[in-house]
């Protein structure tokens, strides 16, 4: 069965410095999320991604983040300079074309620890 | 604006007993409504969703949820816990309106089932 997987599981950075967070959506979906969760909150919509373009991002996705689908399989979620507060699991997702209504199916998930 | 509330942090049942998580929402347009379940480390799969047809919504693993407009609920149930279900479940909706079909979560129950 087809999953989105995503790398690393477990990331620890030094405040200030760039981290790449990749993932592999499922090969037939057109949609792409990124979601976070920081511990013990809930998780937390940051952007959409679609026909190579943001769709839609939320207020936490300033100009520190940034997103590109580089090479039709792959989908980056990038923090340029990472903050205390970036520590978080970020997640990401992917559905497939037609109705909002449809599944996004997510991977397991990025632990970002900020030091 | 839409908004999702699960009320409950935390659910013990016992093995065997009803289980119920509870799910309110916030939507000024037709919502689309989803749980979802996380086990430890991995990431989240989709338990069920509503999106406009039937009222009472089977899911995978016994579990079902009843959309009831007046109440603003969508609420999770399943009339047996067994062991196997402890673990985070999350609530969400999704601007029907919109095209990028976001998802706003809830805070997440965690459910445990005592032996």
């Known amino acids: 069965e087809p999953e989105v997987t995503q790398t690393p599981s477990h990331q620890v950075t030094q405040m200030g410095q760039e981290v790449i967070l990749r993932c592999v959506p499922i090969?037939?979906?057109?949609?792409f999320y990124w979601y976070r969760q920081i511990l013990g909150q809930k998780v937390e919509f940051l952007v959409s991604f679609y026909n190579n373009e943001i769709s839609e991002k939320s207020e936490i996705f300033d100009d520190q983040f940034s997103v590109e689908r580089p090479d039709g399989s792959n989908f980056t979620l990038k923090i340029r300079s990472t903050k205390l507060e970036d520590s978080a699991m970020y997640f990401c997702?992917?559905?497939?074309?037609?109705?909002?209504?449809?599944?996004?199916?997510f991977g397991p998930g990025t632990r970002l620890t900020v030091l | 604006a839409q908004s999702v509330t699960q009320l409950g942090s935390h659910v013990s049942v016992s093995e065997g007993a009803l289980v119920l998580l509870r799910c309110n929402y916030s939507s000024s347009v037709p919502p689309y409504l989803f749980w979802y379940v996380q086990y430890p480390n991995q990431g989240l799969q989709l338990l069920l969703k509503?999106?406009?047809?039937?009222?009472l919504v089977k899911g995978i693993n016994g579990f079902e949820a009843e959309f009831k407009k007046s109440e603003t609920s969508f609420h999770l149930t399943k009339p047996s816990a067994h062991m196997s279900d402890a673990a985070e479940y999350f609530c969400a909706v999704s601007d029907g309106s919109g095209n990028t079909g976001k998802l706003i979560f809830g805070q997440g129950t965690t459910l445990q089932v005592k032996p």
């Open positions: 509503y999106t406009s047809a039937a009222t």
């Open positions: 997702a992917s559905r497939r074309a037609g109705g909002v209504y449809n599944e996004q199916f």
């Open positions: 090969s037939n979906h057109l949609y």
